[in-house]
C-alpha cells in the first residue's frame, strides 16, 4: 500500500503507526505528545482527534482532554489508539476496530500494567485480532494488538 511505504520511509517509531493510516477516522487515547506524529497523519488524509487526560495538552492542536473512561466523550472513529493501556481501567464503551498498546514498566501511575498480548486481548475482549507485535525496549517490553471489538 502506497500509504503505508510511505509512512515507513518517514521514519515510524512504532510498528502501528503504518496501521492507522489505513483509516479515515481515528481516536488516539492517551497518546502523550505526538504533535508530530498526527499532523503526519493528518497530511496523509487521516482525521484525527486525540483525548488525553493530562491538562498540559489542552492548547494543543487536535487534542481534547478528558477522562475517556468516565467522562461522556465520543468515541466514535473508524479505528480505536489506546497508546497506554497500563495507565487506565480497560472498560471503554467502543466497539470496532482497534489498536492497544501497552508496557509493562510499572511505572508509578500504572494501574493496569500490561505483560503480554494476551492480556490486553482478554482485557479488551477482542472478537478478532489482526496482528500482535512485541517490542523488546531493553529494561521493558511494548506489547501492541491490533484488532476488533
Given amino acids: 500500500m502506497k500509504q ?7 521514519g515510524s517509531r512504532t510498528p502501528f503507526e503504518g496501521w492507522i493510516i489505513l483509516y479515515d477516522r481515528v481516536v488516539l ?13 493528518v497530511d496523509m488524509g487521516v482525521e484525527v482527534r486525540a483525548l488525553d487526560y493530562n491538562p498540559k ?8 482532554v478528558v477522562d475517556f473512561i468516565f467522562d461522556d466523550v465520543s468515541l466514535k ?7 497506554n493501556c497500563e495507565k487506565t481501567y480497560y472498560k471503554i464503551n467502543y466497539t470496532g476496530d482497534i489498536i492497544l498498546r ?11 500494567p500490561i505483560t503480554s498480548c494476551e492480556q490486553l486481548i482478554m482485557q479488551y475482549e477482542l472478537k478478532e485480532v489482526y496482528d500482535t507485535v512485541i517490542q523488546d525496549c531493553g529494561k521493558h517490553k511494548q506489547y501492541i494488538v491490533w484488532g476488533k471489538r
Avoid: T, W
Fill in 102 to 112: 501497552g508496557d509493562d514498566r510499572h511505572k508509578n501511575g500504572d494501574c493496569n
Fill in 29 to 41: 487515547l492517551a497518546p502523550g505528545n505526538k504533535e508530530d506524529q498526527i499532523e503526519q497523519f
Fill in 77 to 83: 472513529a473508524d479505528c480505536l489508539v489506546h497508546y
Fill in 4 to 10: 503505508s511505504q510511505m509512512y515507513r520511509e518517514s
Fill in 57 to 64: 495538552f489542552h492548547q494543543y492542536k487536535h487534542y481534547e
